[in-house]
């Protein structure tokens, strides 16, 4: 079982920046590639980032190519995503996932290979 633990949401300016952090345990981290979804409200949830389990690979949203970072400190166990000149539409609950099942697919990986998922954050981009 893995359990991740989110933390680092707010409320934000446009234009601002924000990092989030999630906590992993349970599994070595290093098995898992992560990643990154949003669901803003009356909107699915859409993918965002991912990261490969060295971190050496990572894959963007078209959405936030250019502003948004996704990294990983295997010793700490611990993802991250540094969100740069955020946007009202950037407003969103935020969540990490793990990749728990591997399948022949690369990054930006399939939505249904991530099986453990945390609570999710609330960002929240004023105008």
């Keep these: 079982q893995v359990q991740l633990v989110e933390s680092g949401g707010g409320l934000v300016q446009a234009g601002g920046s924000l990092r989030l952090s999630c906590a992993v345990s349970g599994r070595t981290f290093s098995d898992y590639g992560m990643g990154w979804f949003r669901q803003a409200p009356g909107k699915e949830r859409e993918f965002v980032t991912a990261i490969s389990r060295s971190g050496s690979s990572t894959s963007y949203a078209d959405s936030v190519k250019g502003r948004f970072t996704i990294s990983r400190d295997n010793a700490k166990n611990t993802v991250y995503l540094q969100m740069n000149g955020l946007k009202p539409e ?13 399948s022949m697919y690369g990054l930006p990986y399939r939505e249904a290979d991530f099986g453990s998922w945390g609570q999710g954050t609330q960002v929240t981009v004023s105008s």
Excluded: G, Q, S
Excluded at 91 to 100: D, G
């Design 90 to 102: 950037d407003t969103a609950v935020y969540y990490c996932a793990a990749r728990t099942a591997r």
